[in-house]
């Protein structure tokens, strides 16, 4: 069945260090691809998506690109600051056609920015 | 009230109790979830309604039950829970039908299970 590895955490890092979190996927069919956030005490906010091939989704510095040939999903940023302390969660979405959306979430990963 | 919304935020309650968790989305959406958020584990997806009929449930257990009133609304109704319970209970909602509508997620019910 469909799945997503993420890279298992916490990472930390210090204030304006590059950011990688790595995610890559199994699926059948054409998945969308998507990048949540969970800051400490709230539910899950997108942070941003991919809908095919080649795509790249970006939000508050924040990018990934949809790698079909990879099966990857890689979450960035440039220089990340200590706001961005929070879980990540990779998940896709490849529904049969008609279907209700089911989101399929990796671990999450613990990213911990230090000043 | 805009987005998803989820009451109570936290609750504590005995093995015994009856209680009911809340949701309701402000979006127009179609179909809603319940996720199971513990410690140390995946994000579990519970049940899934789709134009308030459900269309998924995850071999959860009988002490949970879902309600979907209408496709704005949705409940988890407890009853007899374990300690192993506890966790976080968040709600989402979406446009079914596309895998690019993604999911709009509550703030959660913190639930602790004594």
């Known amino acids: 069945g469909d799945s997503v590895t993420q890279m298992e955490g916490p990472v930390t890092l210090s204030e304006e260090a590059f950011l990688t979190i790595n995610c890559t996927y199994t699926?059948?069919?054409?998945?969308?691809l998507f990048w949540y956030v969970q800051y400490p005490g709230e539910g899950l906010q997108l942070l941003l998506k991919?809908?095919?091939?080649?795509d790249k989704g970006s939000n508050k510095g924040f990018e990934a690109t949809y790698r079909k040939e990879t099966t990857s999903f890689h979450l960035e940023k440039g220089s990340v600051q200590v706001s961005d302390s929070a879980v990540y969660f990779c998940?896709?979405?490849?529904?049969?056609?008609?279907?209700?959306?089911?989101?399929?979430f990796g671990t999450g990963t613990l990213l911990a920015v230090q000043p | 009230e805009t987005g998803v919304t989820q009451t109570p935020r936290h609750l504590v309650m005995g093995m015994t109790n009856k209680k009911s968790l809340k949701c309701e989305q402000h979006?127009?959406?179609?179909?809603m979830y319940w996720y199971k958020q513990s410690a140390k584990k995946p994000l579990e997806l519970m049940f899934v309604?789709?134009?308030?009929?459900?269309?998924e449930n995850n071999s959860v257990p009988s002490r949970f039950s879902p309600e979907c009133p209408n496709s704005s609304h949705l409940f988890l109704h407890l009853h007899t829970l374990q300690p192993e319970d506890s966790a976080l209970y968040l709600c989402?909602?979406?446009?079914?039908?596309?895998?690019?509508?993604?999911?709009?997620f509550g703030p959660g019910t913190r639930l602790t299970v004594l």
């Open positions: 989402a909602s979406s446009q079914a039908g596309a895998s690019y509508n993604e999911q709009f």
């Open positions: 699926a059948t069919g054409y998945p969308s």
């Open positions: 991919a809908t095919k091939a080649d």
């Open positions: 998940a896709l979405n490849s529904p049969p056609l008609g279907a209700t959306n089911k989101l399929i």
């Open positions: 979006l127009g959406h179609n179909a």
């Open positions: 309604y789709n134009f308030k009929e459900q269309t």
